[in-house]
């Protein structure tokens, strides 16, 4: 069996620093006004019974991934370790990879004019390095590695914690596991308080 991508987001451990965020945009050259990587800030419930949770949100790279089904020319695809990437040479910006995608993970690069997304930092991970976000989260709530290796940090949060995914319904495959998450923030229906999106 082959590796598996996959990330592990402890909310418990998300103190808000949007370090991640930061991270990614420098990492990545992300241009201003749009976001490979974001926390939401979320409010939940109605008063007085009112709660507000942070969730770091990326490309879920999923297991069966409907943004790769839909694109025409295929330059959206996935590679054998999970990791969901665009070709942005071949990209021709039509959207319909975002339309298709469930988490809003997507955008247009308003300077290439071609879909983007997270990647996984995949030049970095090939060689030997983790995620940006991962390594700038000061909170140590995102694990990153490969989720068939029952030795791997990440395969080991998953095996002994509660964790949830977003939207499973979708029967995408979400690969980005949240612990301390409740049902109500992993939906649509949520109101954002300071989200990026």
């Known amino acids: 069996m082959g590796k598996r991508y996959a990330m592990v987001i402890d909310l418990r451990k998300c103190v808000g620093c949007?370090?991640?965020?930061?991270?990614?945009?420098?990492?990545?050259?992300?241009?201003l006004g749009v976001?490979?990587?974001?926390?939401?800030?979320?409010?939940?419930?109605?008063?007085?019974?009112?709660?507000?949770?942070?969730?770091?949100r990326l490309c879920?790279?999923?297991?069966?991934?409907?943004?790769?089904?839909?694109?025409?020319?295929?330059?959206t695809t996935q590679k054998e370790d999970g990791?969901?990437?665009?070709?942005?040479?071949l990209c021709i910006g039509c959207k319909y990879c975002i339309a298709a995608c469930p988490y809003d993970a997507r955008f247009i690069n308003p300077e290439r004019?071609?879909?983007?997304?997270?990647?996984?930092?995949?030049a970095r991970v090939e060689a030997g390095l983790q995620p940006a976000?991962?390594?700038?989260?000061?909170?140590?709530?995102?694990?990153?590695?490969?989720?068939n290796d029952p030795t791997s940090e990440v395969a080991k949060f998953v095996a002994t914690n509660p964790v949830?995914?977003?939207?499973p319904e979708t029967n995408n495959g979400p690969q980005t596991y949240?612990?301390?998450?409740?049902?109500?923030?992993?939906?649509?229906?949520?109101?954002?308080?300071?989200?990026?999106?």
């Open 18 to 31: 949007h370090a991640c965020q930061v991270a990614c945009k420098s990492e990545n050259n992300v241009p």
């Open 35 to 56: 976001f490979r990587n974001w926390v939401d800030e979320l409010e939940t419930g109605k008063f007085p019974n009112v709660s507000r949770q942070r969730l770091p």
């Open 60 to 75: 879920n790279h999923c297991e069966n991934p409907s943004c790769v089904k839909v694109c025409p020319v295929k330059a």
């Open 83 to 89: 990791t969901v990437v665009i070709d942005y040479d």
């Open 113 to 122: 004019r071609t879909a983007e997304k997270c990647d996984y930092c995949y």
């Open 133 to 147: 976000c991962v390594n700038t989260c000061i909170g140590g709530a995102r694990i990153f590695g490969d989720l």
């Open 164 to 167: 949830k995914v977003s939207k």
């Open 178 to 197: 949240y612990i301390g998450a409740d049902e109500k923030t992993l939906r649509p229906n949520f109101e954002i308080v300071g989200g990026n999106k």
